[in-house]
Nanobody, 122 residues
């Protein structure tokens, strides 16, 4: 069992930056590829960004490439999301998720955090 707890959400102006963290419980953090998903009001949850188990590979949704960066520290059981040049359309609840596999799709994720709200004002 893995528990994921996100932190760092809040309100930021368009063009600003925000950092999110996701702390994982358990000793097997490095066994999981980690991803961030988001769900905007009235929309379906979507994949944002992901990182491989070792941290050597990253994957991006086209809408965030060059603006968002993901990293992980397997010694601290934590994955990070750095968001720059934020836009109002980035407003959403951001969820951290873990998968034993290599595909970052909602149904394929084994564990989810409860989410943290990011609001970008125009």
């Amino acid at each position: 069992q893995v528990q994921l707890v996100e932190s760092g959400g809040g309100l930021v102006q368009a063009g600003g930056s925000l950092s999110l963290s996701c702390a994982a419980s358990g000793r097997t953090f490095s066994s999981y590829a980690m991803g961030w998903f988001r769900q905007a009001p009235g929309k379906e949850r979507e994949f944002v960004i992901g990182i491989s188990k070792s941290g050597t590979s990253t994957y991006y949704a086209g809408s965030v490439e060059s603006r968002f960066t993901i990293s992980r520290d397997n010694n601290k059981n934590t994955v990070y999301l750095q968001m720059n040049s934020l836009k109002p359309e980035d407003t959403a609840v951001y969820y951290c998720a873990a998968t034993l596999g290599t595909v970052f799709a909602g149904p394929r994720m084994n564990y989810w955090g409860k989410g943290t709200l990011v609001t970008v004002s125009s």
